[in-house]
């Protein structure tokens, strides 16, 4: 289509999508895969329940070279080999020139170093691929309606201030489904450093709905997750009457150490279909607003 065209009522264009991905071994059984876009590099290195990742505003991916400076962990300077190439079919719905697959090998040098020791790398290559998702057509896809609601979930949330960033936990029990009822159990620190942000995260999976208790009235809950946390937590109102979230509930991030996850300086919020209640207004995104906020 000509630049700066319009799709017609019923279709629209799929942005164009460039970027680039290398996958690595790094020590300790973790497992890396590096994203460079134009404007941030991002660094995921994950092991079982455990997640570290670094997202750096400085670094880039141009012209088949790949850069990045992560304060206090190390580098990534890179330029990409291709071994081949593959022109995949439009999407469905979708007319114009599918995705452009470059598979081929990143030579240079990933050096990383993580927090703890957690995991390290030090290699000049590692496979990848560069892929450029030109612009496309599509028709609209309109979902059905559905007859009725899906059931209440219950979720809780438990935000507290950590260094310069913030420690959170969360907890959701989804709607019953396939004979079962999911539960899932997350806990993250999120900071700033210069230009990169840090997130290091632990979550875990369980159908034993004893695990997440709500209760009402009045609006109550506690929490006993399995591996990788120990502990239980309960929101419950304290002795200066005001409502909290109290317990011995920890976990240990990679990266950081074992974290504790309840106690006087979370708030804490919790939510039975729509009905809720909250230690303070807590705000949408556990990591921004008054409580963790980053500078």
């Known amino acids: 289509m000509p630049v700066g065209a319009t799709a017609k009522p019923g279709y629209y264009i799929s942005p164009h999508l460039h970027y680039a991905d290398a996958h690595l071994k790094g020590s300790n059984g973790y497992q890396l895969e590096i994203?460079?876009?134009s404007t941030n590099v991002n660094v995921n290195a994950r092991k079982g329940d455990g997640q570290v990742s670094y997202t750096v505003y400085r670094g880039h991916h141009r012209n088949d070279r790949m850069r990045a400076r992560l304060p206090g962990i190390g580098w990534i300077n890179l330029r990409f080999h291709e071994l081949e190439r593959i022109r995949k079919q439009p999407s469905e719905g979708c007319s114009g020139p599918g995705e452009l697959v470059r598979r081929g090998v990143f030579r240079g040098r990933i050096h990383i170093e993580g927090e703890l020791g957690y995991t390290q790398v030090d290699t000049q290559s590692a496979r990848g691929r560069i892929l450029d998702d030109p612009e496309q057509f599509?028709?609209?896809?309109?979902?059905?309606a559905r007859a009725s609601a899906e059931p209440g979930e219950e979720l809780i949330e438990a935000v507290s201030p950590w260094g310069r960033g913030a420690l959170s936990f969360e907890a959701n029990e989804w709607s019953p489904s396939f004979g079962g009822t999911p539960v899932f159990f997350s806990a993250a620190t999120r900071r700033q450093r210069g230009m990169m942000m840090i997130t290091n995260a632990v979550g875990g999976f369980t159908e034993d709905t004893r695990s997440l208790v709500v209760a009402q009235p009045p609006l109550s809950a506690t929490v006993s997750p399995p591996s990788p946390f120990t502990g239980t937590a309960e929101f419950l109102r304290g002795p200066d009457e005001r409502f909290g979230w109290f317990g011995d509930l920890a976990a240990e991030l990679p990266g950081?150490?074992?974290?504790?996850?309840?106690?006087?300086?979370?708030?804490?919020?919790?939510c039975d279909g729509r009905s809720c209640k909250s230690s303070v207004r807590l705000p949408?995104?556990?990591?921004?607003?008054p409580i963790g906020e980053l500078p």
């Open 35 to 37: 994203d460079g876009f």
């Open 138 to 144: 599509c028709r609209n896809r309109i979902p059905s």
């Open 256 to 270: 950081i150490g074992p974290v504790a996850l309840a106690g006087e300086n979370f708030e804490a919020r919790i």
């Open 284 to 289: 949408k995104d556990p990591f921004q607003g």
